[in-house]
Nanobody
Framework: QVQLVESGGGSVQAGGSLRLSCAAS????????MGWFRQAPGKEREGVAA???????SYADSTKGRFTISKDDNKNTLYLEMNSLKPEDTGMYYC??????????????????WGQGTQVTVSS
């Protein structure tokens, strides 16, 4: 199993940027489908962005054009570059992984390995 540890969260003003990292250990992310999810207080966890083993990204409509998912297989790390942040982007951000093929990469049930999360707060 792969262990995931997120970092890079923080508090920013609207319009600002943050870069989240997800460091993996125990296995290589090269073999995994990877995703970023977020959960705001009182809301369900939702998919933000995902990337296939070959590095093909997919995005939620709410983040398309503002967020960029990438990975460095050599560093065994997944990234999420977030620009033009909005207050509605506030939430706990989680990294997720699955060794198996993921048909719907932006749904939570597609993943079986999760990190503990990193908090992102965007103020207006």
């Amino acid at each position: 199993q792969v262990q995931l540890v997120e970092s890079g969260g923080g508090s920013v003003q609207a319009g600002g940027s943050l870069r989240l990292s997800c460091a993996a250990s125990g296995d290589t992310i090269r073999n995994h489908y990877m995703g970023w999810f977020r959960q705001a207080p009182g809301k369900e966890r939702e998919g933000v962005a995902a990337v296939t083993r070959r590095g093909v990204p997919s995005y939620a409509d709410s983040t398309k054009g503002r967020f960029t998912i990438s990975k460095d297989d050599n560093k065994n790390t997944l990234y999420l570059e977030m620009n033009s942040l909005k207050p509605e982007d506030t939430g706990m951000y989680y990294c997720a992984a699955n060794l198996k093929v993921v048909q719907f990469p932006l749904i939570t049930d597609a993943y079986d390995q999760w990190g503990q999360g990193t908090q992102v707060t965007v103020s207006s």
